[in-house]
């Protein structure tokens, strides 16, 4: 198993600012994802972080709004940008088992007003 | 592509009665499938998952599921819930020998259990 710790587990943000949000692993993986959930919605990918490339990102989600750090094995950084009223969401940070299975950090509560 | 479909965005249900949370998925590739459960206000646990093997799996809590390769069905069931099971139980599903192990996660289902 993977323990995954969030920083900051909740915001609220004035739109057009920025929101810097971190994600720490206590072992090495290869990647690592980010999710949103939108309030009362399913989580939909936004990008896949490798170490030492530039993040994959999903339809819809683009890096001028989402960038993505991976300095290192264990730790990954999203910035959402510019931000506006429907951005307010849940972040997650997910990593991939040995056995396939993801773990989730406890997620950002971002309200953008 | 894949795709996964909860028909039921909330199931209320009796405590101590049985529950069933039904999954479809679309893949024209195999896939690996997994349940997820979030209690309100904190993140995804894995409830169990089907990777190859028994077609009928348990996990925790008393949950199990059964693949059904032929009805593209991976549904969840209980015989009794508790009011802790309470929460959003999540179906979803990632390819086999893809380049990444992103999740395809379905819309959710609420399962609110009453006393």
């Known amino acids: 198993s993977a323990v995954i710790s969030q920083k900051p587990s909740r915001d609220i943000c004035q739109r057009g600012t920025s929101l810097t949000i971190q994600c720490q692993v206590d072992?090495?993986?290869?990647?690592m994802f980010w999710y949103r959930q939108q309030p009362g919605q399913s989580l939909t990918l936004i990008a896949t972080a490798n170490q030492g490339s530039e993040a994959t990102y999903e339809s819809g989600f683009v890096i001028d709004k989402f960038p993505i750090s991976r300095p290192n094995l264990t730790f990954s950084t999203l910035t959402v940008s510019n931000m506006s009223p429907e951005d307010s969401s849940i972040y997650l940070c997910s990593v991939v088992g040995l056995g396939a299975e993801a773990f989730f950090g406890q997620g950002t509560r971002l309200t953008v007003v | 592509a894949q795709s996964v479909t909860q028909l039921d965005s909330q199931v209320p249900v009796f405590e101590e009665a049985p529950v069933e949370l039904r999954c479809n998925y679309s893949?024209?590739?195999?896939?690996?499938l997994f349940w997820y459960v979030q209690y309100p206000n904190q993140g995804l646990q894995l409830l169990l998952k089907y990777l190859s093997g028994s077609t009928l799996v348990k996990g925790i809590n008393g949950f199990e599921a059964e693949f059904n390769k032929s009805q593209t069905s991976f549904h969840l069931r209980k015989p009794s819930v508790h009011i802790s099971d309470t929460a959003e139980y999540f179906c979803a599903v990632t390819p086999l020998g893809g380049a990444t192990n992103k999740l395809i996660f379905g819309t959710g289902t609420l399962l609110a259990v009453q006393p």
């Open positions: 072992s090495q993986v290869t990647m």
């Open positions: 893949s024209s590739v195999s896939v690996y």
